[in-house]
């Protein structure tokens, strides 16, 4: 073990950019990491707008990043076509910023530096290119669009306008998932040849993307693009190759036309006591607010029917990829399953590495996750990976300090790397971790339990539970000197870890301030 009083900055800076682990791609990376960093020494925070302000653009973009980065960012404009639910997601998001129901007029008044696209999937591509256009850079949810003339369109854009569109992937930052990635690159199992990967959606998560917009292809693009999307960009990952032949089938088999019955949404239906699908949307205050108040204005049913007859997308998929570097996968997808989770299996020419990944268990059930590593002629070894503490099988949470590039590689986090070589510049210094914690906790350094308590707060809210703020010692969201004391003895950060190295590209912007 080194001596921490020994370590010095150019050591550090060195070791940490060998980064293997969990991390979440920080909303603030890539194309706002470097602008929001400048921002903050002129004393100017990143300037954020969204457009659509559904669940998932109020809670895990707007409410998420005022609470985790209000020193950072600010939001300058909401833009949603329902002029209610925009109403609505302002106060979710606690914001103080104007609110449009016409986008070209937002942009043109807030003149946002990064635009955060939340809207329908089909849609997407409007506002990608729109944004571009009027100057600013783009976060967007997954999938980025829902077919290739609205991708080429996009790149087309981003080129002629000189602006950047990041797509999120969170679920390749969960720790078992960077674990897998870490174990195929190391070589435990040689060469990859095949893969087998195949994702079940239990009659409860599966079943609400056919309450949704999303059960419309037109809409969605289907399960293939909205869902799936996160599986082959695992599979890409994984593989660290692109696909060089398809052949895919799909079927509705089970929701749609293939019900008995059936009704408009579930609180006009006649048949809510025989309907195991019944889905009581008022026992989600979140909802009710965002939804249900504002459904005068467009006619959205957040608790559409299963059933309905317009249903048009694939309940359950198949598909058999071939790689470019060789590598054969068999792929499949069922949304109406028992359980959720997936089964995943590499093959190489030196092992196998497997997994069965159970994502909605028991509460009593075991809190880690499994990784069977098979020799050829070895013994098994399995790997215990704790479950994360977010959403996404733990991909919403990272690891403090880190992210991944467009290259996707684990790199340092331009903003928080800045912090966490400055605590040990203290300790090296000769500050204790006394002074250090009093020291950031008094320039208002946001400290990373902060995301512990935003979690907690999201699942209470989603649930319609009562957030019970004692729940949370108030000292925990300041720096501790426990905080302070597992950072610097994180072997993570000491670069005593098995790991892949990544050398910092000096052509890319993100590492010209590290």
Partial sequence: MMIMNKISRRHFLAATGAITGAALLNPLSGVAAETAEASKVVGKKLRLAIV??????????????????????????????????????????????????????????????VLIVTTMDSTHHHFIIRGMEL???????????????????????????????????????????????????????????????????????????????????????????????????????????DPESVYALGSLDHYGKNGTFRAENCRTCPHTSKCKFYYDITRNQNYMDLYVANEKYDGYLRDGCVFKNDVNIFDKMAATIRYKNGVQVAYSLTTYSPYEGYRIAFNGTKGRLEAWIQESRPPSDANFDELVLFKNFGKREYIQIPFGTSGHGGGDERAYGYMHNENKQIVINPIESKIVARIFEMYVGGYSSIQISEILNAEKVPAPYVRKLNEYKKNREAKGLEVKEYKFDTDNLKWRISTINRLMHNELYKGNRRITFYKPDPTKSYWSSI
Wanted: with cysteine; net charge neutral; aromatic share 12%.
């Fill in 135 to 241: 100057g600013a850079d783009i976060i967007t949810e997954k999938p980025m669009t829902t077919d290739e003339k609205k991708i080429q369109a996009i790149l087309d854009a981003e080129k002629r306008t000189g602006k950047n569109c990041r797509v999120t992937f969170n679920y390749r930052y969960s720790p078992h998932r960077a674990k897998i990635w870490e174990l195929l690159r190391a070589g435990e199992i040689g060469d990859i040849t095949s893969a087998d990967f195949h994702w079940y959606l239990d009659t409860s998560h599966g079943a609400d993307y056919f309450r949704r917009w999303h059960r419309l292809v037109e809409c969605s693009g289907s399960l293939w693009v909205h869902k799936a999307s996160h599986h082959f960009d695992l599979l890409n990952w994984w593989i660290d190759s």
């Fill in 52 to 113: 659509g302000t559904g669940g998932r653009g109020t809670s895990m973009w707007g409410y998420d990043l005022m609470k985790s980065y209000p020193d950072y960012i600010e939001f300058v404009g909401l833009c949603d076509k329902n002029e209610g639910r925009v109403e609505t997601g302002k106060k979710i998001i606690g914001a103080s910023c104007p609110t449009y129901t016409d986008f070209e007029k937002m942009m043109k008044e807030t003149k946002p530096d």
